[in-house]
């Protein structure tokens, strides 16, 4: 069994004749709390690195936006997401997602029915489906989830091309808090890979312009404080 996407724990395709009376209640963001990064899409790399650094996974050189380290997201509390900041689609797609079938159009859009904003029976919340046939808010997610797989594909090219031209290098992202005795420790949380600076120049191809201009966010140095730290106060160092 493939290992299932962040935050989802049960995908379900959706149909009208099984679910039916399905509703989506209201929520917050609560369920991504404890994500230190999440995927970002090609086309969101502009609005995201102005909020957090930007790194390439070293499994598959998928972006992602740093949000913490060890398993909390600095940007959300009380289940509200911080004021300002960018949230990534990823986020904002959740609990509705594609998953692929042997139909015509090879996926379905289906729900985390694990989610504590699906309700299967009951008044509480939007239905899901009216008179045997989508309602207005599974059409909406249906094109936002069509819109985040045709962009994921793009971004999948965009990646597979930085790792063809070798244009990605290894770091570690940690955080470096100043102990009692005043020195900076490093503390490693996974390896993750970034642009290497001097290669930037080189993302000018055709073959690259597909994801637009390329933020010089991530050619930076892979920094985990600098996301604890523009929290401010004693929050900076509890990653």
Known sequence: MSELPLFYRRPVPLSAQRHG?????????????QAS??????????????????????????????????????????????????????????????????????????????????AESGGEGVALFEDGEPAEIAKQALEFCGRFTGEHRATQTFCAELKA???????????????????????RSGTVRRVAGGNRRRLASKRLARAGPFPSHIAGPVRGPAVAAERGGSRAGRV
Request: charged content about 25%.
């Open 165 to 187: 031209r070798s244009l990605l290098v290894k770091r570690d992202a940690g955080e470096r808090t100043p102990p009692a005795g005043g020195r900076f420790r490093s503390r």
């Open 21 to 33: 009376e399905w509703r989506l209640k209201p929520g917050d963001l609560g369920f991504a709390a």
């Open 37 to 118: 990064a999440v995927p970002v899409l090609a086309d969101e790399f502009a609005a995201a690195s102005r909020c957090y650094p930007l790194l390439f996974s070293a499994a598959d050189a998928m972006p992602l936006a740093l949000l913490g380290l060890e398993r909390r997201n600095l940007f959300v509390e009380n289940g509200e997401w911080e004021g300002g900041r960018y949230i990534p689609a990823y986020v904002r797609r959740y609990p509705f997602v594609f998953v692929s079938t042997t139909g015509p159009d090879g996926f379905a859009l289906a729900v985390d029915a694990d989610s504590g904003r699906i």
